[in-house]
């Protein structure tokens, strides 16, 4: 089957294997390799979920506009080759950016990056100083793409009035089973229900503009070079929409520096890393800080607050449904998810003047 899906793209010398690659729990994605001028080359083949994309030929939409203007950016700023260090589309035989097999499913096929190397959590600082320069670059790379060019794959994505309306129906209903076990967790919510809307209320304005944002920035998101692990590029662009910059660093930032991760065992062990916490923001600032306003500059601790609030919000109103979006291991584990969420925000909260201290003294020494 693979072989009559790969054989619709236009893709030079003969096919040779295809297996299944990377960790991605979205898409299905096979490294393909092809006999070329006496080598071998690859390129990655991916069936786009449409269980979760609802719309994949907006999403295709979407990335063929994103990865072309970056491609187009790179050569004008000197990039030899451009393939090599961004994704980039390979068309079909009918110049289409994907096929769309008999069954429905859609597909697309992308250079392979072959000096890429992603890992799952974040390695040290410098990791860390690197995804937040590859987060910034990528901002830069489609600052000057119009928002208005885009499709909205996914309304209301990163907007936490939903989120935090989707919690409250979720709690009305729940039976006492379920709600009974959760009296902490609301009363934590309810003492904070003034930070959902702190991002929302001035996004689109002067100066909190909608702009191109990636959405998905966690760290297996982020590729490096093999060899000197610096930045390369922002994989996985299929949530590629019109948003403001906060969603990515609050997000990027929420999973990045919390070494104990999301599924962490003992509370205890979770809290913000202010050291990685300052080197993603200094490599972010370095690369995004020319084109984003004061306002904007500002907001990036708040954002972090946010996003975490959001993504307990999330955890806690899907244990309160009956576990029916996210997927779990054990009974109880989106609750789980949920506290670690909140203690991360409480480490975030007890650690916010020195957040937003630092990022003043970023701002400063790079103006």
């Keep these: 089957m693979l072989n009559s899906i790969i054989s619709q793209f236009s893709i030079p010398g003969a096919f040779l294997t295809a297996e299944r690659f990377g960790s991605g729990l979205i898409n299905d994605t096979y490294l393909c390799a092809f006999s070329e001028a006496g080598g071998t080359r690859k390129y990655i083949l991916q069936r786009i979920n449409a269980g979760v994309f609802k719309h994949p030929e907006h999403v295709m939409e979407n990335v063929r506009t994103v990865t072309s203007h970056v491609v187009n950016k790179l050569r004008a700023l000197g990039a030899a080759d451009p393939y090599s260090v961004t994704p980039a589309l390979i068309h079909t035989r009918e110049r289409a950016s994907c096929h769309r097999d008999p069954s429905g499913a859609y597909w697309r096929v992308f250079h392979f990056i072959e000096s890429g190397r992603v890992f799952d959590t974040v390695q040290d600082a410098k990791h860390a100083y690197e995804i937040g320069r590859c987060l910034g670059r990528f901002q830069a790379l489609v600052a000057d793409l119009s928002p208005d060019a885009l499709r909205d794959t996914l309304p209301g994505f990163h907007h936490t009035p939903v989120y935090l309306a989707e919690y409250d129906a979720a709690l009305k209903a729940a039976g006492w089973e379920l709600a009974g076990g959760t009296v902490v967790e609301q009363e934590f919510v309810r003492n904070r229900r003034s930070l959902a809307p702190v ?10 503009p909608l702009r191109v944002v990636h959405n998905d920035p966690k760290v297996n998101n982020v590729m490096v ?11 996985d662009l299929d949530t590629v929409k019109p948003g403001i910059v906060h969603f990515d660093f609050g997000d990027c930032v929420r999973s990045a520096a919390n070494p104990a991760g999301e599924d962490a065992q003992s509370l205890d062990a979770v809290s913000i890393d202010l050291a990685l916490f300052e080197a993603l923001a200094k490599g972010y600032i370095r690369e995004a800080g020319g084109f984003l306003t004061k306002k904007e500059l500002e907001l990036l601790p708040l954002s972090v607050k946010v996003i975490t609030f959001e993504l307990g919000l999330r955890f806690l109103a899907d244990h309160l449904r009956g576990d029916t979006y996210f997927r779990t291991a054990w009974p109880g584990h989106n609750l789980h998810r949920a506290r670690v969420q909140f203690r991360l925000l409480e480490s975030m909260e007890a650690a916010e003047e020195h957040m937003i201290a630092t990022v003043g003294s970023i701002v400063k020494s790079l103006a």
């Design 225 to 235: 070079h093999a060899a000197t692990h610096e930045a390369l590029c922002m994989l």
């Design 199 to 208: 991002l929302t209320n001035v996004m689109g304005t002067k100066d909190v």
